[in-house]
């Protein structure tokens, strides 16, 4: 969890991380997105969602 994901999400197109599932708002309630990280494992990285429909701060 993280506090603006989409902070990170731009942060890693810049640094050309291969994304393995885009950013999105998710039913469960997150703005997630994952990457592979050197390893080859999945990171995930995501903020919750307000009942308004953006970020929490």
Known sequence: MVPN???????SKKLGA???RPIDDRYY?????????PDGVGLRFATTISPEG???N
């Open 5 to 11: 994901v989409d902070e990170y999400w731009a942060l």
């Open 29 to 37: 309630g997150l703005r997630d997105f994952s990457i592979a990280g």
């Open 18 to 20: 291969e994304v393995l």
């Open 54 to 56: 953006g970020p929490e």
